[in-house]
Each structure stands twice: as C-alpha cells, then as structure tokens.
C-alpha cells in the first residue's frame, strides 16, 4: 500500500518523482548516483529549466525533456504562435498561449496545457474562460503559471482560471470563504469574487473574477502549492492551491483542487 506523503514534499522533489531529476527507488544504486542528462541546445530556445527545454520549430512547440537512467525525450506539444504566445515552465509541466481566431482583427488567445515528460497535453486550444466570457477582454491573457499538475491564468477581463492535469471528475474546493476579497460587490453587473459554486468544466475551472482592480497586480499575487496527497515513486494523487490575493493585507482566497500523476521513468513501465 503506498505510503503517505504530503505534495509539499513531492512538489520539492515533482522532477526526480517525473523521471527528470532523480533516480527512482527501483534504479541501480550506480544509477542512482550518476549525473542527469540535460538536454543539448535546441534551434529556437523558448526556455530552459532544471535541463529540460521548450522549443520551438517552424509553427510548433516541442519539448525535450531528460532524467536520470532514461533516454532524453522530444515531444510535440501543439502549436505555438511567434510573436503572440505566452508560456509557463517548470520544468516538466507547461501551459501557453497559442493564437485562435481573430475579434475585430486581434487574434483571441487560446489555451493550452502539457505534461512534457510524458508528451501529453491535456487542455487543447481551449478559450481561456470556460463559460461566459465577460466581454473581448477575457480573449486575452495577461499572466500564466504552471507547477507540479496544476495551471492557472488570468485575463485581462480580471478573471482567474485554474487548470488541473488529472481532476478524476472531482470539483475545485473553495479557499478563503468570508474575507473581503472572497465576494466584493458587483461591477456592473457581473459577479466578483470567488465563483459559487466553484464548478469543474473538464480540466477547467474558474476560480473567479476580480475586475475593478489591477490584473498586473492580481498577476502578481498568483500562486500553486502542493497539498496534501498519497502515492509512491511511481504515482499517486492530491490538491493543489491555486490563490490569489486580490486586495493587499487580506488572505489568499482561490481553491484547492485534487489531481492524480503518474512518473514518467522507465523504471515505473510495467
């Protein structure tokens, strides 16, 4: 039975668990003690972390990804748009912008998400805001962020979407309840503060909309952490936070939102 750890911890080690950064349990002790693999220079370097890259050849992005006892791996993770896209690496997991179809001649953006060590992409061209949009300024997104199974972003219509890899039909928990920030007044019209009920639309979830403040500084306060979850090297499942702090001084408010994973290492392939 797998033993009990908390995603804080696996959040720490998140690449050596993917096969990016440490061996696995099952590995040689030789192996587990040689150096990792780094991904040599690509054409057309997007961003490069913890020896892993994001690339991008002709109108798509790609991945290269390396680990400890396993082959460096190129992916094709979908398209990418010069000049337009945004991206959000950590390493293993991305998520980015991609141009979709225009609005009064601007591109609308699109989302999507990848796990790059397994070469999975898990949210496909997706409008940015599941739902309603508030009005053209919801195609636009001003920030993005991705860590461990989870995404989020934001629009420049102040809405906060989050993004789980593996949601296994679960909805997103609510966070900060009964502050300020939770449910400030309407603007006209349109509900502000934590969505109620928070409701998953697939691997999507918005989280709410803050539209009367900064969406730079709303970009500012985004944050993910590990929860608390099970699993072993090889796969497990837990929450992760996905806040926000729209008014200064007062507590994060945003959600909790479970997602399994699965490692990536050869040593974990039956």
Not at 17 to 34: K, R, V
Not at 39 to 56: D, H, P, Y
Not at 208 to 218: F, K, M, Y
Request: hydrophobic content about 40%; proline content about 7%; glycine content about 12%.
């Amino acid at each position: 039975m797998p033993s009990t750890t908390t995603l804080r911890q696996r959040a720490v080690t998140a690449l050596a668990l993917s096969g990016l950064a440490a061996a696995p349990l099952a590995l040689a002790p030789a192996a587990a003690h040689a150096k990792a693999p780094t991904c040599t220079r690509q054409a057309n370097e997007i961003v490069r972390k913890s020896g892993s890259v994001l690339f991008r050849k002709s109108s798509s992005l790609f991945s290269c990804t390396a680990g400890y006892g396993d082959p460096v791996r190129i992916h094709r993770l979908g398209p990418w748009s010069k000049g337009f896209s945004k991206v959000s690496f950590d390493g293993s997991s991305a998520v980015w912008t991609a141009a979709g179809p225009a609005f009064e001649g601007v591109p609308a953006a699109r989302i999507w998400a990848a796990n790059a060590a397994a070469g999975k992409t898990w949210i496909k061209g997706l409008k940015p805001v599941p739902g309603q949009q508030l009005d053209d300024t919801d195609n636009t997104v001003t920030k993005l962020k991705a860590y461990g199974q989870a995404a989020a972003w934001i629009t420049a219509g102040g809405a906060v979407v989050a993004g789980s890899e593996e949601p296994a039909g679960t909805d997103p928990d609510p966070i900060g309840t009964g502050t300020p920030a939770f449910a400030p007044a309407p603007i006209m019209g349109v509900p502000q503060g934590v969505s109620s009920p928070l409701k998953a639309a697939g691997h999507r979830a918005l989280l709410g909309r803050w539209t009367g403040i900064s969406v730079a500084e709303l970009g500012k306060s985004l944050r993910i952490a590990a929860g608390e979850g099970d699993g072993d090297e090889c796969g497990g499942g837990g929450d992760w936070r996905i806040t926000v702090t729209p008014i200064a001084d007062q507590p994060e408010v945003g959600a909790s939102w479970y997602s399994g994973w699965t490692s990536t290492s050869d040593a974990c392939r039956s």
